[in-house]
Nanobody, 114 residues
Framework: VQLQASGGGLVQAGGSLRLSCAAS????????MGWSRQAQGKQREAVAI???????IYADSAKGRFTISRDNAKNTVYLQMNSLKPEDSAVYYC?????????WGQGTQVTVSS
C-alpha cells in the first residue's frame, strides 16, 4: 500500500485548507486511517482518525475546526481544516493501519501565517 498526501500550502490565520491522501490497493475500506502532524522541533502528534466504519476521532486541538472524512470509492481520506492558527503549522502525514501496523505517506507542509 502506498499513500500520497496533497493539499498543503501557505494560508493566513483563520483560513482553510483541505488535505487529501490517496491510497493504492483494494484494502482501503477495511482499514482505519488518520492524520498526524509534526511541527519543527516537536514530536509527531495525532490529529484525527477515521475508523473503517467511518467514525471520526479528533485530538483536542482539532475538535470543532477539523473534519476528517473518507471516500472509499476513491480510496481517499480528507482532512478539512478551518479556522487555522499559526500553531497548526506543521508537516501533515496520513497513515493507514494494516494488520496492526501503521503505514505512513509522505508529508505535506501546512504553514499558517499570523
Amino acid at each position: 500500500v502506498q499513500l500520497q498526501a496533497s493539499g498543503g500550502g501557505l494560508v493566513q490565520a483563520g483560513g482553510s485548507l483541505r488535505l487529501s491522501c490517496a491510497a493504492s490497493g483494494s484494502i482501503f475500506s477495511r482499514n482505519h486511517m488518520g492524520w498526524s502532524r509534526q511541527a519543527q522541533g516537536k514530536q509527531r502528534e495525532a490529529v484525527a482518525i477515521i475508523t473503517s466504519g467511518g467514525t471520526p476521532i479528533y485530538a483536542d486541538s482539532a475538535k470543532g475546526r477539523f473534519t476528517i472524512s473518507r471516500d472509499n470509492a476513491k480510496n481517499t481520506v480528507y482532512l478539512q481544516m478551518n479556522s487555522l492558527k499559526p500553531e497548526d503549522s506543521a508537516v501533515y502525514y496520513c497513515w493507514i493501519n494494516i494488520g496492526g501496523r501503521d503505514i505512513w505517506g509522505q508529508g505535506t507542509q501546512v504553514t499558517v501565517s499570523s
